[in-house]
C-alpha cells in the first residue's frame, strides 16, 4: 500500500514526484513515458531560464532531476483501471495492480483523430501523430502536416531540414497560431500553405501516397509520403471510467487544492480543468497538488 500513486510522467507529474521524493514520501510513478506531450515540443523558449531548448531536452532535465532521488517508478505501464476501495484505490495497469491512499492523475491529453478514411489503415505505415517520434522516416520526402494552431507549426519547424516538401493543411481561412510561429513558416521556401481546405481521406497501398483535399468545392489528391495529424488533443481520462466528475471537455473538474470530486484524488496539467494549458502551469498545477496530498494524508491519519 503506497502513500500516494502518481499517473503521468510529464511535467505535472515529474514536478509532482520530484516534490514527493524531497518529503520522503512512500509513493509510485506510474507512467507510459517520461516527458509526454511536453517532449514533443521543438523548441521551448517561454519556460524561464530555459531559452530556446526543445522539450525533449527540458524533460531529460526533469528526468534527471528526479532520478537524484532514486524514486520508485513503473515505466512503459498504461493505467487502464482505477477502483475505489475500502483503504485508498486500486490501480490496474497493463503489467499489475497497486494500491494506495491517494491519486494525483496527470495523464494529460493525447491526440484528436481526424476520422478519415485510411487515417487508422495506414498508422504507422505514413500517418503519425508525433513530430519528434517519427520526422526522421521521412527525410527527403514529401508530408503534409493537418493543422492550423501552434502544434502544427511547431511540427513543420521540426521538419524543415528533414523533409524535402511540407503542405500545411488548414480547414479555416489562415492560420491561427502565436504570430512569431506563423512568421517563421511563412519564410520557409519547402513549405505550402493550404487554407480553407478539408482533408477527406488518406490515400495508398502499403504506405500513405497521398491525401484526398477538398478546396473551393473541387476535390484532388496531393502526392505526399506522410500525413501528421495536429489538430489538437483530448484529455486521456478513459481509465477513469465515471469515476470522477469530468466537464464539457472531457476534462478532470477540480477544485483549488486541485483535488478532484472524490476524496483522495487529486490532479494536475493539462488533464484538468486549470486554463492555460502550458508546461511551466503543468510543473506548479503538479508542485500545489502533491502539497495538497501532504494535507490531505495528515487529515485523513488524524
Avoid at 485508498?88 to 491517494?102: L, P, R
Avoid at 502565436?178 to 504506405?207: A, F, P, S, Y
Wanted: aromatic residues 6%.
Amino acid at each position: 500500500m503506497f502513500d500516494l500513486i502518481i499517473v503521468g510522467g510529464g511535467p505535472a507529474g515529474i514536478t509532482a514526484a520530484i516534490y514527493a521524493a524531497r518529503k520522503k514520501m512512500n509513493f509510485l510513478l506510474i507512467t507510459k513515458d517520461i516527458g509526454g506531450q511536453a517532449s514533443w515540443s521543438f523548441d521551448t523558449d517561454n519556460y524561464p531560464g530555459f531559452r530556446h531548448v526543445s522539450g525533449l531536452k527540458l524533460m531529460e532535465k526533469f528526468e534527471e532531476h528526479l532520478k537524484d532521488y532514486n524514486a520508485e517508478m513503473k515505466i512503459d505501464e498504461d493505467v487502464k483501471e482505477i477502483k475505489k476501495i475500502s483503504s485508498g484505490f486500486d490501480v490496474a495497469t497493463n503489467k499489475g495492480s497497486y494500491q494506495t491512499k491517494a491519486l494525483i492523475i496527470c495523464s494529460g491529453k493525447i491526440p484528436r483523430r481526424l476520422n478519415v478514411p485510411g487515417e487508422e489503415k495506414f498508422l504507422g505505415s505514413g500517418v503519425a501523430y508525433c513530430v519528434v517520434c517519427d520526422a526522421p522516416f521521412f527525410k527527403d520526402k514529401s508530408v503534409a502536416i493537418i493543422g492550423d494552431a501552434n502544434s502544427a507549426l511547431d511540427a513543420v519547424l521540426h521538419l524543415e531540414n528533414i523533409a524535402k516538401k511540407i503542405y500545411v493543411v488548414c480547414i479555416g481561412p489562415k492560420l491561427c497560431a502565436d504570430e512569431v510561429l506563423c512568421e517563421k513558416v511563412k519564410m520557409i521556401e519547402k513549405v505550402e500553405i493550404l487554407n480553407d481546405t478539408k482533408i477527406t481521406e488518406i490515400v495508398g497501398d502499403e504506405t500513405v501516397t497521398g491525401i484526398k483535399v477538398e478546396q473551393d468545392g473541387n476535390q484532388k489528391i496531393i502526392n505526399v509520403d506522410g500525413v501528421f495529424v495536429e489538430i489538437g488533443f483530448v484529455p486521456n481520462t478513459g481509465f477513469v471510467n465515471g469515476l470522477v466528475e469530468l466537464n464539457k471537455h472531457g476534462e478532470i473538474a477540480i477544485d483549488s487544492t486541485n483535488m478532484a470530486s472524490v476524496s483522495g484524488i487529486f490532479a494536475a496539467g493539462d488533464v484538468t480543468n486549470v486554463s492555460g494549458k502550458q508546461l511551466i502551469i503543468a510543473a506548479g498545477e503538479g508542485a500545489k497538488a502533491l502539497l495538497s496530498v501532504v494535507d490531505y494524508l495528515q487529515r485523513v491519519k488524524e
